[in-house]
């Protein structure tokens, strides 16, 4: 209520109540005044009434609107103060500004001010806390330098940070309420493979990764990244799917300097050894003049220049391992003919070195999908390395081919040293290497390695066998696949020497 | 007989070619020699050959670009003449380019000896 109408009606009231005496004196004068002096018993109007009925009424008239000023006062400032309240000033005292009955109003109106100041203070700080865990949430997604977003149950993007926005090249409004397989469509040869794994997550909670997706960004330019998806059953924040994504692109670019350096360093050492192999091999057919020593010489000569050749090859053969480089390219091979052309090949330098060398192979064989490049260094290796290991003269290797069930075994056999049986385990290991102190042959430990990884992009596996002091034997076996009809058409392409060379078979005779 | 087979050396370095070249002689071809890749592109404009030994990493034009010209679409190269890269860039890219690019054969040359080039040649010729 408002204080001034509140005194205006006391007044009023006042003004009423002393109107009811006037009322009374004055129907007593008009009697009187009719009467005449027929009623003389009552009192002399005049001398007695009026002047008492004037002295009361006016002082109750200045009483009245001294008590209505009085009671409107506290009410005032107890409504001043609420206003003042209205305005967030908590610190106004209705105690102090009441009086009597008003004091308690004020006291109570006290303690509801303090709880109101209490609350919203509460209320303030928790806003502060909220926004300053939502800022510094938005810092983190926005200094984030992998892409960020997050999709709602229609596959919606409703959060993208900064990053996305430019590795993408989109901006964060002009994404926000899209599609995600329609602006940040990340493919595997052509393929939706995520957003189509996510659609089969229905109800789980499951990470999904990918390595090397490609993404279109807006201009067009293509991009690869590492993605990783995180699907979400029941999220409060009606979050199905929070996606990061890596750019890979810079390193892709230095994978591929790389690659491309140790190609160039390779090329340069093989340069060198190209002549030194080269004219070695041209004394040799020339070699009429030279006493059996000198041919021996020659013959050591060549024998450690190819060893050299091989290990630069090996060091390039990691190196394309490392970078993915190592294709594995399988092709229809005839597997019995295959092993034969490198058995004719290897038989010359087992001969120098004064190793038997035995083959058994089956009578015939289906053929399989194989590398053949990759293959043939396999077998290489593998007999380079038990000829590596056998004494002169007594040294005996076998090559045996057999099928095993699914499967086409391959194992070369030696009745050399032998491997400690605490070594066997890790002989396949990069850089690993026997025993190096005592070890009397050389190798960069990468021979091993580079044949496991060969294999093993067949789809098969490899393993060693040994008894110090009686010999090794390392086997390996491929699955046999179904080699399709027509892709024998195809294949025209056969393996001369070394690791990269080819010779198409339709240009020889 | 080999005696009437004319060969091509496309390479830079005269010293590896030289060597190459002293065990096919014996054997009876013809051996001309171009040391860089516009050179080899003018020899073959003139004169017949049954085989080329192309070089992958010489000044001005690769071996690569040599090859796309003698056996691209529009290439002038006789397609009798038998092309083998002889190089020792051992590139999978580079290799697989070759092999897209029609040529007959991709050796590295520190995996073999002269001996053993001239055996192949032997079989190709």
Known sequence: ??????????????????????????????????????????????????????????????????????LARPVRRIHNAALELAHGHFNTH????????????????????????????????????????????????????????ALDKDGRIILFNRAASELTGRSIESVAGQLA??????RLNGELVMTRWLATQQGTDRIGRWRSLEL????????????????????????RALVTFHDLTARQQLEQMKVDF??????????????????????????????????????????????????????????????????????????????????????????????????????????????????????????????????PKVGQVTLTIRRHRDDIETSITDNGTGIPASALPHLFTKFYRVDEMKSSTRGTGLGLYICRSIIEAHGGRIWAESKEGEGSSFTFRIPLRQVAPTSKSDNNTTITRGAHGWIKEHSLH | ?????????????????????????????????????????????????????????????????????????????????????????AQDKTSREALKSQADGYIIKADIVPSQLASIIGKLL
Do not use: C
């Not at chain 1, 004091?103 to 926004?131: C, F, M, N, P, W």
């Open chain 1, 94 to 149: 209705f105690k102090e500004q009441g009086a009597g009955e008003f004091k308690d109003i004020g006291e109570a109106l006290d303690q509801v001010a303090s709880r109101l100041e209490q609350t919203l203070s509460a209320a303030a700080s928790e806003t502060a806390l909220i926004e300053a865990e939502r800022n510094k949430l938005r810092g983190v997604l926005s200094a984030m330098t992998d892409g960020v977003f």
């Open chain 1, 181 to 186: 397989e329609k602006v940040m469509p990340f």
């Open chain 1, 1 to 70: 209520m408002q204080p001034n109408r509140f005194k205006r009606q006391t007044l009023a009231l006042f003004f009423i109540v002393s109107l009811i005496p006037a009322l009374v004196v004055a129907s007593i004068w008009y009697l009187n005044m009719q009467a005449d002096d027929q009623v003389h018993i009552l009192v002399d109007f005049q001398a007695f009434v009026l002047p008492v009925f004037l002295l009361g009424i006016v002082p109750a008239m200045v009483l009245s609107l001294v008590f209505a000023e009085l």
């Open chain 2, 1 to 89: 007989m080999a005696g009437s087979k004319n060969i091509l050396f496309i390479e830079d370095d005269r010293l590896i070619s030289e060597m190459y070249a002293r065990l096919l002689r014996a054997d009876g071809y013809n051996i001309d020699f171009a040391y860089n890749g516009a050179e080899g592109l003018q020899k073959t404009k003139n004169k017949h050959y049954d085989l080329i030994l192309l070089d992958i990493m010489m000044p001005q034009l690769t071996g690569i670009e040599v090859l796309h010209e003698l056996r691209g679409e529009d290439g002038h190269g006789n397609p009798d003449t038998k092309i083998i890269i002889l190089t020792n860039l």
């Open chain 1, 262 to 391: 140790v190609a160039l360093a390779a090329h340069e050492l093989r340069t060198p050894l190209t002549e030194i192999k080269g004219y070695l091999d041209i004394l040799q057919h020339e070699s009429k003049g030279l006493t059996k020593s000198n041919r021996e010489f020659l013959a050591r000569s060549m024998s450690s220049a190819t060893r050299l050749t091989g290990l630069v090859n090996n060091l390039l053969g990691v190196a394309r391992i490392e970078h993915g480089e190592l294709n594995y390219q399988p092709e229809p091979v005839d597997y019995l003919a295959f092993a034969e052309d490198i058995i004719d090949e290897l038989k010359p330098g087992l001969k120098q070195q004064q190793v038997a060398f035995e083959a058994k192979l089956p009578v015939e064989l289906p053929q399989l999908m194989a590398d053949p490049i990759g293959l043939r260094e396999v077998i290489v290796n593998l007999v380079d390395n038990a000829a590596a290991h056998v004494a």
């Open chain 1, 216 to 239: 279109y960004r807006e201009d067009g330019a293509s991009l690869f990244v590492d993605v990783e998806a995180v699907a979400l059953s029941n999220d409060p924040n009606g979050i």
